[in-house]
């Protein structure tokens, strides 16, 4: 396998598998990860069949506390050289907080902050070595406002856009850009994983595909574009949050995140 590569967290489904089928296409080598390994060895024959690229994977469950730097180890060992970086893994859930099961909120910590800002300090002095090199952080629109229903994972997602947007500012005179970006409602397993089936956020506003997400996302990463988020409707959030009371979009997120009757 040649040693530059674009190491995709999360790349058993949705966005994730479309970033990879997307850096394929655009000729990058591959280097997967997700829990589930029958799906990434399924992605890696059928993209090493497509596409003129070498792919390889490595199953872990990065919420787990060492699993970045198990997979530093195994960059480093296979001589790897990670130019693009997608911190794209992470899970959601759904209900009133004091209701939900603790261990699901700390294991979504644990992979949406802890594991993203840890993999991201483990690659970077590196990264900052070569002449161009890329970092793409996965969030959302939902980390422009709080989200009532979805409390921790709204918060999760503030911290990845603060924190890409701090170090894209400290890593402005190096080759490395950092961009974060923030999809609304997409076509994937993350509703269904986070139990989001039961609210009215995917029948009220657009729902992209993972693939429309993905190649918007290539493209902006590319660019060295700082924040990107997909979609008309979901650019006017920002502006819309930031020209409110909080209180009125706190009522104003609650009432979209709402159960379905």
């Not at 090493?48 to 195994?74: G, N, Q, S, W």
């Not at 939900?100 to 070595?129: C, G, V, Y």
């Not at 994972?153 to 924190?163: E, G």
Request: some cysteine; hydrophobic content about 45%; aromatic content about 10%.
């Amino acid at each position: 396998m040649k040693p530059n590569i674009a190491l995709i967290t999360g790349a058993s489904s949705g966005i994730g598998m479309e970033l990879a089928r997307v850096c394929a296409r655009n000729g990058h080598n591959l280097l997967l990860t997700a829990r589930r390994e029958k799906r990434l060895l399924e992605l890696k024959k059928e993209l090493e069949a497509e596409f003129d690229v070498d792919v390889i994977f490595y199953t872990i469950d990065l919420a787990d506390y060492d699993a970045p730097e198990k997979l530093f180890e195994f960059v480093r060992k296979n001589s790897f050289s990670v130019q693009i970086l997608v911190n794209n893994a992470g899970v959601g859930d759904y209900g009133f907080f004091h209701e939900s099961d603790w261990k699901r909120q700390a294991a979504m910590l644990d992979l949406n902050i802890r594991a993203l800002t840890h993999l991201t300090h483990l690659f970077l002095p590196e990264m900052i070595k070569q002449d161009r090199a890329y970092i793409l952080n996965v969030a959302s629109t939902a980390a422009f406002q709080p989200g009532p229903m979805m409390s921790v994972y709204y918060a999760t997602k503030s911290y990845v856009l603060s924190f890409g947007e701090a170090i894209a500012n400290e890593l402005q005179d190096t080759g490395v850009s950092v961009t974060t970006l923030c999809p609304g409602p997409t076509e994937s397993e993350f509703q269904k994983e986070a139990n989001m089936e039961k609210s009215k956020l995917f029948d009220r506003f657009p729902v992209a595909t993972s693939l429309d997400v993905a190649e918007y996302g290539f493209k902006a990463m590319m660019k060295g574009k700082r924040v990107a988020i997909y979609g008309l409707i979901n650019k006017m959030v920002p502006r819309a949050v930031a020209i409110s009371p909080r209180n009125f979009v706190t009522k104003v997120s609650r009432f979209i995140q709402q159960r379905k009757d």
